[in-house]
């Protein structure tokens, strides 16, 4: 690989001892992909040190130690507490503690402590031709696919980006991996982020690592949609971008997106394609009761927020329902300050920040820290609007889990018992 002076300052050491280790791990990570060179990133998403495991916690501790302090603006994914309400989410204060270590830990590096899987509704909005890490799958897919950054799917990686500035130059990094491989057209209209996010769950077997290019969208997705579109390609796929003509930077054509190479077989998404995904997640029939509602996968926007209070507004919760609203802490504070937290709370929802369902203590496919004692999860019934939440809750809770729409979910919330809704086109 070709470094330049600085980076070869960094991996002699010159730097400190954290920039030295984090720049061995990326040269190699480039030789092991044939990186050229490595580019200068304005941009990082990183690994949140996760609660769950005393070791994720103590390598930020060891960076700390060294004088780690990273290099361009960054922010943490998603962990296991919710900073403000874990004894509101019965988290054990073990858990709790240690993740204050790691939030105290980010600090130190100079990173926010979003704690959130879209840092971009939290004002983090990498513009076109921007060269970033994440290590959350949906912010690559979105900041790939909406705004037209670069970037790869990274694992602990993105820390060392971070503490560096530099990254390998490949993958999506490169010209030639941002272009069309499989041409899809919808042929049912989608009318909410749910649909969407069937449309992802639906797709993503079907391209793999591809990167699938969208015609036939009966009106403009809304960027909430797009948000949940990507989440769910990168659920079931290995989705790192999709492109939609006239939305995703710079392509304006369906030509223009496949560029010098020559457009595959369509794949025609109808109403049975949606539809199928609803049904795997529909093991109880309509009525059924159900004892716990999430709404917020991947963490709500502003805008998601209003709607939820909107449906919320002057109605209240079932006593025997919990309901959870994710949302990133800024997108709280911002939805405190305009009035909505209060009408959540007044309703009998729960907002919660830093963690989710399938992230937090409820998760039981993990394999936690053994001097953290988790408390058997109480979800039998668990009702959400998120493809991505639904296929993660069953897996990792093993609690039943059913899908519907956000409408639906806010009316199964307030009548205790399932409410379907899928409107067929």
Request: net charge negative; with cysteine; hydrophobic share 35%.
């Amino acid at each position: 690989m070709r470094l330049t002076y600085e980076d070869l300052e960094m991996l002699d050491g010159k730097q400190g001892e954290a920039r030295r280790r984090a720049m061995e791990g990326l040269v190699q990570l480039g030789e092991a992909f044939g990186a050229e060179d490595l580019v200068s990133i304005g941009y990082a998403h990183v690994h949140p040190g996760m609660a769950m495991y005393a070791q994720d916690v103590e390598l930020l501790e060891e960076l700390v130690d060294l004088g780690a302090h990273v290099a361009v603006p960054t922010t943490a994914n998603v962990t296991n507490v919710d900073t403000e309400n874990w004894k509101q989410t019965g988290a054990p204060e073990s858990l709790a503690r240690l993740h204050m270590r790691g939030v105290r830990a980010h600090k130190a590096l100079g990173c926010v402590s979003a704690m959130t899987c879209t840092p971009y509704w939290a004002g983090h909005w990498p513009t076109w031709n921007m060269h970033m890490t994440s290590i959350e799958s949906g912010v690559t897919v979105f900041c790939n696919s909406v705004l037209g950054a670069r970037s790869n799917r990274d694992g602990f990686f993105s820390v060392y980006a971070a503490l560096t500035g530099r990254y390998p130059r490949f993958g999506y990094h490169l010209d030639e991996n941002r272009a069309g491989t499989h041409l899809v057209t919808v042929e049912t209209r989608l009318d909410n982020t749910t649909d969407f996010s069937c449309l992802g769950y639906h797709l993503g077997p079907l391209v793999g690592t591809g990167v699938p290019v969208f015609t036939g969208f009966s009106r403009r997705p809304s960027l909430d949609e797009l948000d949940a579109l990507g989440a769910g390609l990168a659920t079931t796929g290995g989705v790192s971008m999709f492109i939609v003509p006239g939305i995703t930077p710079p392509y304006s054509s369906t030509e223009q997106a496949f560029g010098r190479r020559r457009p595959p077989a369509e794949i025609r998404v109808g109403n049975s394609d949606i539809d199928r995904v609803y049904e795997s997640f529909s093991s109880s029939p309509p009525g059924s009761r159900v004892d716990f509602v999430h709404i917020g996968c991947p963490h709500a926007s502003f805008q998601e927020m209003k709607e939820y209070a909107a449906l919320l507004s002057d109605r209240t919760v079932h006593p025997d329902v919990e309901m959870w609203i994710t949302t990133s802490g800024a997108v709280k504070a911002l939805s405190a300050r305009e009035g909505l937290i209060k009408t959540l709370a007044g309703a009998g929802a729960t907002v919660i920040t830093d963690t989710c369902p399938m992230s937090c203590h409820f998760a039981r496919t993990t394999s936690p820290d053994p001097g953290i004692l988790l408390p058997e999860p109480r979800i039998r019934r668990m009702v959400v609007d998120s493809a991505k939440q639904a296929k993660y809750s069953r897996d990792m809770i093993m609690c039943e889990t059913l899908l519907t729409t956000t409408t639906s979910a806010v009316a199964t919330a307030i009548s205790g018992r399932l409410v379907t809704g899928r409107a067929h086109p």
